[in-house]
């Protein structure tokens, strides 16, 4: 709660300060000053809600890991191809 009032404080501080502008000015002269304070509150801003809590707040329970998977062996077998009798590597699993 304390991180959020003081990002909303410095937002309202930022936003504050870029509505008073002096009549003189002319509008090219403020387009830096505002880009690079939008980036400065949106790090902040940022910030903060990426440091926050999560939103669920409760226990968080993980799945035990299941049953180790079934031992596999590699074979030997022979298939006909069309052109004759080809032996490979196969890998079996029960």
């Keep these: 709660m304390k991180k959020t009032f003081v990002a909303a404080l410095t ?3 930022i936003a ?3 509505v008073t ?10 387009v830096g000053a505002g880009i ?3 980036l400065i509150g949106g790090a902040i801003v940022g910030g903060a809600i990426a440091s926050s809590r999560p939103a669920y707040g409760g226990p968080v329970y993980v799945a035990e890991p299941g049953p180790p998977p079934p031992p596999c062996y590699w ?7 069309g052109y004759g009798w080809v032996v490979r590597p ?5």
């Design 75 to 81: 074979q030997r077998q022979r298939y006909w191809d």
């Design 90 to 94: 196969v890998r079996v699993c029960y």
């Design 21 to 30: 502008a002096t009549p003189s000015a002319k509008a090219h002269d403020g």
């Design 16 to 18: 504050g300060s870029l």
């Design 36 to 38: 690079a304070a939008g």
């Design 11 to 13: 937002v309202a501080t």
